[in-house]
């Protein structure tokens, strides 16, 4: 009886000891409070920002829509399909990237709100060169929009001037925005001159070396 009860004792001891150190394990954790002096870039910059990722997203599914067009049956064009299909991954990458610089920055910790939306497209029977000119038209506009980011997150004064985001905008996103353009100005300056030569027929050998 003596043993059982010893037993009994040693059990009650180990479970107070157990709980113990359970307690002195638990993660006490605190509020984000740590983190409200992380983010610092300015309000408009961080709008404008928003702004872009949403054109960006926009410009993808714009070109999503332009590839399935010619990836029909009925229009058939590979070559402008997989240009299309391409320059779609390409502006998605652009918004994703945008997305992670702003987390980079502490800016998604309470703004993730109403970031992406989903866009209302242009569907039409398109052309070579109607998509090309499209295409253009919508590159042209992306690259006004950053260029006004660029200036938004500028400021007023160097303590509104965002630098590091500034420099990464100018050196990584307006650079492959402007040859963005001139390769489409260059496709559409030489599918015309097929065209004007060959007739339909040229936007088919075009649409073979593309």
Same mark, same amino acid.
């Given at each position: 009886?003596?043993?059982?009860?010893?037993?009994?004792?040693?059990?009650?001891?180990?479970?107070?000891?157990?709980?113990?150190?359970?307690?002195?394990?638990?993660?006490? !954790?605190? #509020?984000?409070?740590?983190? =409200?002096? *992380?983010?610092?870039?300015? #309000?408009?910059?961080? $709008?404008?920002? &928003? /702004?872009?990722?949403? /054109?960006?997203?926009?410009?993808?599914?714009?070109?999503?829509?332009?590839?399935?067009?010619?990836? #029909?049956? #009925?229009?058939? &064009?590979?070559?402008?399909?997989?240009?299309?299909? =391409?320059?779609? /991954? +390409?502006?998605?990458?652009? %918004?994703? /990237?945008?997305?992670?610089?702003?987390?980079? &920055?502490?800016?998604?910790?309470?703004?993730? =709100? $109403?970031?992406?939306? !989903?866009?209302?497209?242009?569907?039409? $029977? *398109?052309? %070579?060169?109607?998509?090309? +000119?499209?295409?253009?038209?919508?590159?042209?506009?992306?690259?006004?929009?950053? &260029?006004?980011?660029?200036?938004?997150?500028? %400021?007023?004064?160097?303590?509104? $001037?965002?630098?590091?985001?500034?420099?990464?905008?100018?050196?990584?996103?307006?650079?492959?925005?402007?040859?963005?353009?001139?390769?489409?100005?260059?496709?559409?300056?030489?599918?015309?001159?097929?065209?004007?030569?060959?007739? +339909?027929? %040229?936007?088919?050998?075009?649409?073979?070396?593309?």
């Amino acid at each position: 009886m003596m043993k059982v009860f010893a037993s009994i004792c040693l059990l009650v001891v180990l479970v107070a000891v157990n709980q113990a150190q359970a307690e002195s394990l638990v993660c006490n !954790v605190r #509020t984000n409070a740590i983190f =409200k002096a *992380w983010p610092d870039m300015k #309000t408009p910059c961080v $709008n404008s920002m &928003r /702004k872009q990722i949403q /054109k960006e997203i926009h410009a993808s599914v714009q070109y999503l829509a332009m590839a399935a067009h010619f990836s #029909t049956d #009925t229009v058939n &064009r590979p070559g402008f399909a997989e240009h299309f299909f =391409k320059a779609a /991954k +390409e502006e998605r990458e652009h %918004g994703s /990237k945008l997305v992670e610089y702003l987390s980079m &920055r502490g800016e998604l910790t309470d703004t993730v =709100k $109403n970031l992406i939306q !989903v866009p209302t497209v242009k569907t039409a $029977n *398109w052309s %070579g060169i109607a998509a090309l +000119e499209d295409a253009f038209k919508l590159e042209t506009e992306v690259t006004k929009s950053i &260029r006004d980011l660029i200036k938004t997150c500028e %400021g007023t004064g160097k303590d509104d $001037n965002d630098y590091h985001l500034v420099d990464y905008l100018t050196g990584v996103y307006l650079e492959e925005q402007l040859h963005g353009q001139r390769e489409l100005a260059g496709q559409i300056t030489t599918l015309e001159k097929m065209m004007s030569t060959h007739g +339909e027929l %040229g936007e088919f050998l075009f649409d073979k070396n593309m």
